[in-house]
T-cell receptor, first 112, second 114 residues
Framework: DAGVIQSPRHEVTEMGQEVTLRCKPISGHDYLFWYRQTMMRGLELLIYFNNNVPIDDSGMPEDRFSAKMPNASFSTLKIQPSEPRDSAVYFC??????????FGPGTRLTVL | GENVEQHPSTLSVQEGDSAVIKCTYS??????FPWYKQELGKRPQLIIDIRSNVGEKKDQRIAVTLNKTAKHFSLHITETQPEDSAVYFC?????????????FGKGTKLSVKP
């Protein structure tokens, strides 16, 4: 298995633009997580899905952030409009019930 | 909900010394406690985990201990090497919800000086 796949690996955009981050979880995993990591705030859980259904989105900063999981092998995290304070590394992770989470390589987002 | 506190935030040791990182959790129903290592510019990766039915687990130079009564768990690294330098995160499974979510500590930056 290739592990959790994320794209793009790096994204540089201008304030106000829409940003879409993509994730392919490990096949067979029924949980998918989106995290944001910054020096100031550490590793923050934004939202997680179980069997493609959003379970907890209380970590989503505001309405500019949205996430979808249309099927078991794909998820997106969208920021619209983006702001400089959204600059961070965004990780996607997946797991099967009761087992460890495997992280993807992350997407480094820079909003100018 | 579950809350995880991690100490210290930074730790510097000489090569060959031991390093200990401690975490506390708030919900006594938590039953799974993993530790992740994140090297600079890389993703967090699991290095060891422990479940609530055991008190200690070892894997070569790494060990984790769990005290359920006190609700704390610790990571012990012996004979530290420069390649152990990284940020270490503890986590506890949130017993609420659907049993998949982990609550992470803020991380400990370990520096091993040669």
């Amino acid at each position: 298995d290739a592990g959790v796949i994320q794209s793009p690996r790096h994204e540089v955009t201008e304030m106000g633009q829409e940003v879409t981050l993509r994730c392919k979880p490990i096949s067979g995993h029924d949980y998918l997580f989106w995290y944001r990591q910054t020096m100031m705030r550490g590793l923050e859980l934004l939202i997680y899905f179980n069997n493609n259904v959003p379970i907890d989105d209380s970590g989503m900063p505001e309405d500019r952030f949205s996430a979808k999981m249309p099927n078991a092998s794909f998820s997106t995290l969208k920021i619209q409009p983006s702001e400089p304070r959204d600059s961070a590394v965004y990780f996607c992770a997946s797991s099967s019930t009761y087992n460890e989470q495997f992280f993807g390589p992350g997407t480094r987002l820079t909003v100018l | 909900g579950e809350n995880v506190e991690q100490h210290p935030s930074t730790l510097s040791v000489q090569e060959g010394d031991s390093a200990v990182i401690k975490c506390t959790y708030s919900d006594s129903a938590s039953n799974y406690f993993p530790w992740y290592k994140q090297e600079l510019g890389k993703r967090p990766q699991l290095i060891i985990d422990i479940r609530s039915n055991v008190g200690e687990k070892k894997d070569q130079r790494i060990a984790v201990t769990l005290n359920k009564t006190a609700k704390h768990f610790s990571l012990h690294i012996t004979e530290t090497q420069p390649e152990d330098s990284a940020v270490y995160f503890c986590a506890a499974r949130d017993p609420g919800g659907s049993q998949g979510n982990l609550i992470f500590g803020k991380g400990t930056k370990l520096s091993v000086k040669p």
